[in-house]
């Protein structure tokens, strides 16, 4: 009787094992996913500004990738002056 309550001891403990490595793996995925998320976004946002400024130089009478400013600087503002010349 002792060994089959051993026995069960054993297995229910290697299925919490089981269990928590698993819990583990995916958590660890979980963060990975999180981290390729943001760096997406990032991307996304770097690739929005890019636009914006690109838009507002050509507005502007901009002729080559030498007046091309990708330093970011008013890119909020030109992403509104695009919302608006786009809305009227």
Known sequence: MTLT???????KESSLTRALRQIQELNSKIHELEQQHQDYVQKQQNLIRAIAERK??????SRGAADFDLSLRGGVSALLAIAVGEAK
């Open 5 to 11: 309550i051993d026995n069960r001891s054993r297995s």
């Open 56 to 61: 507002c130089f050509s507005n502007a009478g």
